[in-house]
């Protein structure tokens, strides 16, 4: 689609904001940190224990900045944007921390957290500090996903849609839908009810395929899984419909209702995210549960393939538009991190790091191209489990120990979330691609069981004491290491 008059307005406010920003940016060093993922792919946890163990000052030996002791105070201001919810750290610490030990309840809205950091430079120890200040915005995964939105007809996307929904693991979910889309004439007028019906179905059949046993990634548009505060408006009461191959759908027929409120989509929903929030990053990661995908087998994981490869292309729309390429490039920074690698004995935590690498080589390779540095991690934002090894026959068993959550089945037992269990979590082949391509096989062997959180330990001055994680200080060097020294 040849570029509106309302996608240079659109630009034109972006390249503005940008350069609000980076003039604010030189009063004061500024990084603005995104974190996003997938619903439940552990972004709240992360977060509240990123900043846990700045504030409280974990052990994180590769986080340069901080082993060299050259931090010297980490505090939490005002954050500048007073639209933006701001992410309960202290309640999520709380869950977590407290007596009953409870993951932090789930969130599917954007939310900001500023981070102040004193430091000592590297460098030159006679400027005196210096301060960092870091603003994280947790925002979902499945918004992000909508930027491909952003360059496609209603057509286009009814067209693609249809068909993927037709497709392989998706066809029984979206049975449903697909029958009651093709008992519509879209060129035939409709009433409300029947657009409400057809776009329910439609959000069934999404949330359907995103969930388990097929957990899809790639499934825009993301506030249909995803509302935030929009639930019930207009701009979300669409759907994709099995339109005739050509023609324009005349004026009033439920074609021409639902192109409508796709393009309302496109333009109060998508560009004031892209605009107000995306555009305006330094730094990105991007969180995937990629033990999901590989327990959910080879559909799942191709899904998850082109979703981050949608994730990096919305990087590169984000600075190559026609006026923000005047201004320096934003995102230079992104990281893509295996959460959860607790779940896996750590023998297997720098293979489920190289399937990552494999997922996003492709997408990898063309964000370098231009000019942005790309690394994947494997880490566990809160270790919930120890390693222990078990004798079984003559065999011996790298196992995994933890307090399974209440409700959790292993091999028939059922956990109360008081009682101890390990866990034989199964090994990720040596070879990613053997990973890969054996992903959701029975035989395969990798058992995932959710965990109660650690137990809290509290200091000598009676607060949470540092929490354990795997490789965090790893994601912490690569995200925001070069802007201490
Ligand atoms: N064992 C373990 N579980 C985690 C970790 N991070 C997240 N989880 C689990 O994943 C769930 C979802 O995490 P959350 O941060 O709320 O995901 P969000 O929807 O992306 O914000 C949590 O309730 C935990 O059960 C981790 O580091 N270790
Ligand atoms: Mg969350």
């Known amino acids: 689609m040849p570029p509106s008059l309302s996608d240079f307005a659109f630009e034109a406010r972006i390249a503005a904001q940008s350069l609000a920003d980076s003039l604010g940016g030189l009063a004061r060093p500024t990084v603005r940190l995104g974190v996003t993922g997938l619903s439940r792919s552990g972004k709240t946890v992360f977060i509240t224990a990123l900043v846990h163990a700045l504030l409280r000052g974990a052990r994180l030996p590769v986080f340069r900045a901080h082993a060299q002791g050259r931090i010297r105070k980490v505090t939490l201001e005002h954050q500048p944007d007073d639209a933006v919810p701001r992410f309960a750290y202290e309640d999520h610490l709380a869950a977590l921390s407290g ?4 993951w932090p309840e789930s969130t599917s809205r954007i939310a900001e957290l500023r981070l102040v950091v004193e430091y000592e430079s590297a460098t030159s120890w006679l400027s005196g500090p210096r301060t960092l200040t870091v603003d994280i915005v947790d925002y979902p995964g499945e918004w992000l ?24 693991a998706r066809a029984p979910v979206s049975a449903a839908f697909l029958e009651a889309a093709g008992g519509l004439d879209p060129f035939r007028p409709a009433d409300e009810g029947a657009a409400r019906r057809i776009s329910d179905l439609f959000k069934e059949a999404l949330a359907a395929a995103r969930v388990e046993p097929l957990s899809f990634s790639a499934l825009p548009p993301g506030r249909f899984l ?15 419909l099995d339109l005739p191959a050509d023609g324009a759908p005349p004026s009033g027929s439920l074609a021409a209702t639902m192109e409508r409120r796709y393009e309302a989509y496109r333009s109060h929903v998508v560009r004031p995210f892209f605009r107000d929030h995306f555009a305006r990053l330094d730094r990105q990661i991007v ?6 995908a590989l327990n959910a087998g080879p559909s799942a994981v191709s899904d998850l393939e082109r979703a981050l490869d ?14 923000s390429a005047l201004l320096s490039p934003r995102i230079d920074r992104v990281l893509f991190a295996a959460t959860k690698a607790d779940h896996l004995h750590h023998s297997s935590h720098d293979r489920l790091e190289a399937v990552l690498a494999l997922l996003v080589d492709r997408a990898r390779r063309r964000a370098e191209g231009l000019g942005a540095r790309v690394d994947v991690a494997a880490l566990a934002s809160i270790r919930a489990t120890r390693e222990a090894q078990v004798r079984q026959g003559r065999e011996e068993l790298s196992a995994i120990v933890g307090k399974p959550l209440a409700g959790e089945v292993i091999g028939g037992e059922s956990f109360d979330g008081e009682t101890e269990a390990a866990v034989f979590p199964g ?12 992903a959701g096989q029975a035989d395969y062997g990798l058992r995932f069981v959710r965990f109660r959180p650690p137990a809290a330990t509290t200091g000598p001055d009676g607060r949470a004491a540092a929490l354990p994680h795997i490789r965090l200080d790893r994601a912490l060097e690569f995200l925001l290491g070069d802007r201490l020294t």
């Open 99 to 102: 007596p009953d030990r409870r």
């Open 145 to 168: 996903l909508d930027l491909s939105l952003l360059s496609k007809s209603y057509a286009e996307w009814s067209r693609e849609t249809i068909a993927a929904c037709r497709e392989g």
């Open 226 to 240: 995803m509302p935030g505060d929009l639930a019930g408006s207009p701009a979300l009461t669409f759907a994709p």
């Open 287 to 292: 969180l995937v549960d990629a033990m999901a």
């Open 310 to 323: 949608d994730v990096l292309l919305s990087f590169r729309t984000g600075r190559n538009t026609l006026l």
């Open 427 to 438: 090994e990720l082949p040596q070879d990613p691609a053997a990973a890969l391509a054996s």
